[in-house]
């Protein structure tokens, strides 16, 4: 060794492939009634809680911190699934779940920092984060649709098969008719709660504001008339089987 | 609606739900409340699950590189100027040496030197050598000081029975002369440190590990708390010691052409490095992945951790990770 270079610094470089490995979900002690109102509508063993974090959640975000790339690969790889999945399935558009997939992982990339393992696992951050998006989107088509409703386009012009297939999709996803029937056996503040905060894409704070209650009384409405959903719909469910 | 229907319609309705009532500002819920809630729709999301297209893989990691460059750290911090690492780390084993009393002079605080006492005369020894070094006193004789322990074997005995704190301000006076004189030089000057051959900028990043190395056994003798680096500083050791990294393997006789280990330093100043296993080479796609925390890689590199006591998660080929965690420490000279 002629010379040590303690001069020069190291440079990292580009994607490794790692092998898929497909998450095996936990449940979460802490948010024991969570799981049980999930492991309600499917008794099967991938749907569980996953709330608690992977003991390698932390390192992966060590890592997206320190800039390792293959380690944004591998989560691809292990949480793909269900960031997609939600997003197709809020939306119905192949398309807009992939846009919405890189987004979330993009998202995860460029702010590592924002990941709190306090909360929940990665894997939960990335689902919350995939439906949160997903609505945004289906919202934004709802609105703007009614806008243009409003503003005399009886027959509004989408941009595209995209938007058509977004909307679509909400709509025929609330025409089901054990759902409907559902609704229908909410009490009216709740129908209408449920209502506002679906079909209509309000906040609960906009449906207090609209129905004229504390904000306190619409979210335990919106609480109260979704635990109901959940009994009707398993009752519907096992009178199904 | 067959059941599979119903669940999705069911899962869609819960989601929306919770998500309704969670993104209020105006009456937000309780942590727990947030933290079920966010559970409850990851888990009922679960049902929604499905193979995503497989070029999405592809589109999406470059979607991503495009926002932010691969190896950049979100906690990249800029390194200071080495003299600057050297004086910093001076001024914290003077503040702790300040501290002992009496029964920690005597304390054993490493292998070959003995007390601390003894560590603080190898340090004046050591100074004096760096002075003439940087130019500020007349050169010595390379044979006389190619060993690092042994050419401080005089200064030991010299302060033998010295008080203790008179040679601490001794040391703490020659090692300003040293950064004084330093700062005078040119960085680049050439230096044969013992048997290193670097320059007068990796002296001083070598005299930085070494001060930290000695602060952390007299810390560990004396029941004081272990040092710290402060973020710039930790940035300068862990980049530096990561770019020097083939030659330590190098040095170190274990060198692997054709194959290269990234290094994830996390922490505060992490960052990601791909390292190539022979200096002769470029980094190619990594063999190995080592995640480790910066303080732990660089109490690796002053050898005052072993490649089995630092937490490390390693991916790939553990034996490959084994040699570059063991070669690490090949420019530490105690």
Known sequence: VASLPLLSTGVARRISATPRNPEVIRDRAPGEASCVAAMALADRATVSCVGEPRPGD??????????????????????????FGIARRVIGDAQSAREITQEVFAH??????????????????????????????VRRVVRRNQAETRSGRSDPVLDD?????VLDHAHRAWRGERVARAIEQLSSDQRVAVTLAYFEGFTYVEVARRLGIPEGTAKSRLRLALARLRVLLTDDMEALA | MDENELETQWALLALDALDTVERSDANPLSNDESIDMQCAAAALGELASAEPPTDLRADTLHEALDRRQAGASIDAVAPCASVDAYRRAVDDLHELLQSLTGPDWDAVAHHEYGTVRRVVAHLVGIERICLS????????????????????LAAMDEFEHVDPLVVVEKWYATAREVEEASRSAESTAPVLAHDLPTNVDGLLLLRTFELFAHHFDIAVATGRPRPTLDPPRLSLMS????????????????????????????????????????????AGTPD????????????????????????????????????VLAATGAFARD
Do not use: N
Request: overall charge negative; glycine content about 10%; proline content about 5%.
């Open chain 1, 108 to 137: 995860l990339w460029q702010h590592p920092e924002r990941v709190d393992l306090e909360r929940g696992s990665l894997r939960t951050y990335l689902a919350v984060m995939a439906h949160h998006r997903a609505v945004d989107e």
């Open chain 1, 161 to 165: 098969g995209h938007d058509a297939a």
């Open chain 2, 288 to 323: 190995v992945t080592v995640v480790t925390d910066g303080t732990d890689i660089c109490l690796l590199a002053a050898r005052r951790l072993s490649p089995d006591d630092i937490e490390a998660t390693i991916e790939g080929d553990g034996q490959l990770a084994g040699l």
């Open chain 2, 239 to 282: 980049s530096r010691l990561m770019g020097a990294l083939p030659f330590a393997i190098a040095l170190s006789g274990t060198t692997a052409p054709g194959r290269t280990a990234r290094i994830v330093v996390t922490g505060p100043a992490g960052g990601c490095y791909d390292v190539p296993l022979d200096p002769a080479q470029g």
């Open chain 2, 133 to 152: 070094w940087v130019g500020a006193r007349p050169a010595v004789d390379a044979d006389a000081v190619a060993d690092h322990g042994a050419s401080t």
């Open chain 1, 58 to 83: 932390r390192v992966f975000v060590d890592r997206l911190r320190a800039g390792d790339d293959s380690a944004l690969a591998a989560l691809y790889d292990q949480h793909a699934d269900v960031v």
